[in-house]
């Protein structure tokens, strides 16, 4: 026999209710994450002790246009190929409940939605903590864009350091206001380009929405957008050159020029976003579980990224 309309209703609602009373998301935008994502600058892999970026760091010194036919050449051996090595970071969303909230969801809809926010909590704070952390110098050895693209192109990274080796260093440029900050990007751009036709050409930029809003208000006249369907008083996907230029909450007045072939967040082919098992809490009323990555930002060319900054 079919339920009736009332047996459906009743057996529903609980469900529906559930869904209705969903906490609304008051902190998480992970822009940087979802975009890294989507141009695949997120790297999975397996790791071992330490994360290596093989380097093709110079032209074979003993390349010569020759003067005569049998000009001597260069024995000596060829020195070509380095690696800039990175330490693992880990992060870790801890999830803890007690049998109190239990007893306060007694139905299955009402357990199943609190795991669902329980869990979209975790995974919205793990990838919110990385996307701050990106933009610091290191958070406990997680590293962020102050020492892959530092605002004077210099430091050491990944053990290499580039005071010494001047390919190493990342690119810059200054602006002041929306007079001269186009000027500033070209330069910057030109420079990770290094030259018409390159194929490694910066494929987004990141900013805060101050300085993404300076940037828009000097191309008021001939604006450039990713997507002409969104073609309204305003939009939302900002271009320089072929790059997509988007704001981070904890982006600041740098304006930092990445692409996905030279700078990555490489993360555990295992354990990326890994949500461990269930644990009852020792001496206490409760139960534990954990959202867990082992990861690095890694970059395999740094003169490629740059900073365009005040």
């Given at each position: 026999?079919?339920?009736?309309?009332?047996?459906i209703a009743?057996?529903?609602?609980?469900?529906?209710?559930?869904?209705?009373?969903?906490?609304?998301?008051?902190?998480?935008?992970?822009?940087?994450?979802?975009?890294?994502?989507?141009?695949?600058?997120?790297?999975?892999?397996?790791?071992?002790?330490?994360?290596?970026?093989?380097?093709?760091?110079?032209?074979?010194?003993?390349?010569?246009?020759?003067?005569?036919?049998?000009?001597?050449?260069?024995?000596?051996?060829?020195?070509?190929?380095?690696?800039?090595?990175?330490?693992?970071?880990?992060?870790?969303?801890?999830?803890?409940?007690?049998?109190?909230?239990?007893?306060?969801?007694?139905?299955?809809?009402?357990?199943?939605?609190?795991?669902?926010?329980?869990?979209?909590?975790?995974?919205?704070s793990h990838?919110?903590?990385?996307?701050?952390?990106?933009?610091?110098?290191?958070?406990?050895?997680?590293?962020?864009?102050?020492?892959?693209?530092?605002?004077?192109?210099?430091?050491?990274?990944?053990?290499?350091?580039?005071?010494?080796?001047?390919?190493?260093?990342?690119?810059?440029?200054?602006?002041?206001?929306?007079?001269?900050?186009?000027?500033?990007?070209?330069?910057?751009?030109?420079?990770?380009?290094?030259?018409?036709?390159?194929?490694?050409?910066?494929?987004?930029?990141?900013?805060?929405?101050?300085?993404?809003?300076?940037?828009?208000?000097?191309?008021?006249?001939?604006?450039?957008?990713?997507?002409?369907?969104?073609?309204?008083?305003?939009?939302?996907?900002?271009?320089?050159?072929?790059?997509?230029?988007?704001?981070?909450?904890?982006?600041?007045?740098?304006?930092?020029?990445?692409?996905?072939?030279?700078?990555?967040?490489?993360?555990?082919?295992?354990?990326?976003?890994?949500?461990?098992?269930?644990?009852?809490?020792?001496?206490?009323?409760?139960?534990?579980?954990?959202i867990y990555?082992?990861?690095?930002?890694?970059?395999?060319?740094?003169?490629?990224?740059?900073?365009?900054?005040?």
């Amino acid at each position: 026999m079919a339920l009736t309309i009332s047996q459906i209703a009743a057996v529903s609602y609980p469900a529906v209710l559930a869904e209705m009373r969903k906490a609304a998301n008051q902190w998480a935008e992970s822009a940087l994450m979802r975009e890294l994502e989507k141009q695949g600058a997120i790297e999975r892999k397996s790791l071992g002790s330490a994360i290596e970026a093989p380097l093709d760091y110079q032209r074979n010194p003993g390349t010569v246009i020759q003067a005569t036919d049998l000009q001597p050449l260069s024995m000596s051996k060829t020195e070509v190929i380095t690696a800039a090595t990175y330490d693992i970071a880990e992060i870790t969303a801890p999830i803890v409940w007690s049998k109190k909230d239990e007893v306060m969801n007694p139905t299955e809809n009402q357990k199943i939605n609190l795991v669902k926010a329980l869990l979209e909590n975790g995974i919205n704070s793990h990838d919110d903590i990385i996307e701050q952390a990106l933009f610091g110098l290191s958070t406990n050895g997680f590293l962020g864009f102050l020492t892959h693209i530092p605002t004077n192109g210099q430091g050491s990274d990944g053990g290499i350091d580039s005071a010494v080796n001047v390919w190493w260093r990342s690119q810059t440029a200054t602006y002041t206001t929306s007079a001269d900050i186009e000027a500033a990007m070209t330069t910057v751009w030109n420079r990770c380009a290094k030259g018409s036709g390159a194929k490694l050409l910066p494929t987004l930029i990141v900013s805060d929405g101050a300085t993404q809003a300076l940037f828009e208000s000097a191309q008021q006249a001939l604006q450039r957008w990713s997507n002409t369907d969104e073609l309204k008083a305003g939009f939302k996907s900002l271009m320089f050159k072929n790059a997509k230029s988007i704001f981070s909450p904890y982006g600041t007045s740098s304006m930092y020029f990445l692409n996905p072939k030279n700078f990555s967040l490489v993360v555990s082919r295992e354990y990326f976003r890994d949500k461990s098992d269930t644990q009852e809490l020792q001496s206490q009323n409760g139960f534990t579980t954990r959202i867990y990555s082992a990861a690095q930002t890694i970059t395999n060319n740094r003169s490629r990224l740059g900073v365009v900054h005040i």
